[in-house]
């Protein structure tokens, strides 16, 4: 489990598999530089970036899946620990954001989809959802998709969401965070804070 958690009352999560690029996103939200990386599991432990002054936190929280090289033990507890730790502090997440990257995901959920399998991607947008925690899912490295539209419907209603995907911008944010391109983000982030009053926390997105 993790221990590094500061005594926070509220709190933003990016959560997802490896290498989709939540720290390189988290860097791009906070203007401090986190190790980011080419290779998955850069990520071991969470990242908090903790505003002591408005007790408030983001977390970048290690990511899980496949990582090559990485043995699948230690991959399992790794998301154990992720799973426990959005659990343990569900009261204080205001909003779960669900990194995934637009290139690659589609085929992920495919080919991880069967009768005893759920995607990691899809159980854990119904975790959140489950835990009562207002997902965003940041549809990230969107530089890379040429279709843009299509995609996001195809995620879209893998997510059971009934496409057009425009329809739910509260819910997919289409990104790229390494360019820096993150506004729907930060407007679908908006969004949930404002529905649970805290209008104040906006400076941060
Ligand atoms: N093309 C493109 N690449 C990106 C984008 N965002 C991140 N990357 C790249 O994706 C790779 C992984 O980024 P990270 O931010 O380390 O990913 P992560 O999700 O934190 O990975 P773990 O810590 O292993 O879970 C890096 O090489 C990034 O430069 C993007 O918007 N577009
Ligand atoms: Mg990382």
Known sequence: ?????????????????????????????????????????????????????????????????????????VRERIKTDVVRYIEENAGKILVGVLVVDGKAVIDIIDRHSGEREVPHDVEMFGFLQELGIPAVVAVNKMDKVDDRDERLDELAERLGLYPPW?????????????????????????????EQQRDDLFKFF
Do not use: C
């Open 1 to 73: 489990m993790f221990e590094t958690r500061p005594d926070r009352d509220a709190e933003v999560v990016l959560v997802g598999r490896s290498n989709v690029g939540k720290s390189t996103l988290m860097r791009e939200l906070t203007g401090h530089s986190f190790e980011t990386g080419g290779s998955p599991g850069v990520t071991t432990e969470p990242n908090h970036y903790d505003w002591t002054s408005e007790d408030f936190l983001i977390t970048d929280l290690p990511g899980f899946g496949f990582m090559s090289g990485v043995p699948e033990d």
């Open 166 to 194: 425009q329809q739910f911008d509260e819910t997919l944010a289409p990104i790229s965070a390494k360019r820096g391109s993150i506004g729907p983000l930060e407007a679908a982030v908006r969004h949930h804070l404002h």
